[in-house]
């Protein structure tokens, strides 16, 4: 069994920043893709991010795109997701999800061509005006 283990979320003021990790702990797999999404109040779940852990690949939302980066620490099997010139239409809970089997070179996009294997419980991110 994976367990994700979300945290860096908050309150911030539009124009902040903010760094949200994901811990994955349990077993673990070697190709795998991490990703974040996000679902605001009354909307679907999108993507924000997502990233190979097989050869680094990265993935954005469109609606994130230039001001956000995916990174990850391999050894300490933590995923960061760093949020800049955060708008109110950023407030959402944030959760990390993993997805097996998924190797260098892939090009479909986790979370949106094919479904996650593991969710986190999510972090709020709170943006106000």
């Known amino acids: 069994q994976v367990q994700l283990e979300e945290s860096g979320g908050g309150s911030v003021q539009a124009g902040g920043s903010l760094r949200l990790s994901c811990l994955v702990s349990?077993?673990?797999?070697?190709?795998?893709?991490l990703g974040w999404f996000r679902q605001a109040t009354g909307a679907k779940r999108e993507l924000v991010a997502a990233?190979?852990?097989?050869?680094?690949?990265?993935w954005y939302g469109d609606s994130v795109k230039g001001r956000v980066v995916i990174f990850n620490d391999n050894a300490k099997k933590i995923v960061h997701l760093q949020l800049n010139n955060l708008t109110p239409e950023d407030t959402a809970v944030y959760s990390c999800?993993?997805?097996?089997?998924?190797?260098?070179?892939?090009?479909?996009?986790?979370?949106?061509?094919?479904?996650?294997?593991?969710w986190g419980k999510g972090t709020l991110v709170t943006v106000s005006s």
């Open positions: 999800g993993l997805a097996r089997g998924v190797y260098v070179g892939a090009t479909r996009v986790p979370g949106v061509d094919y479904d996650m294997d593991y």
């Open positions: 990233i190979s852990w097989s050869d680094g690949t990265t």
């Open positions: 349990g077993r673990t797999f070697s190709s795998v893709a």
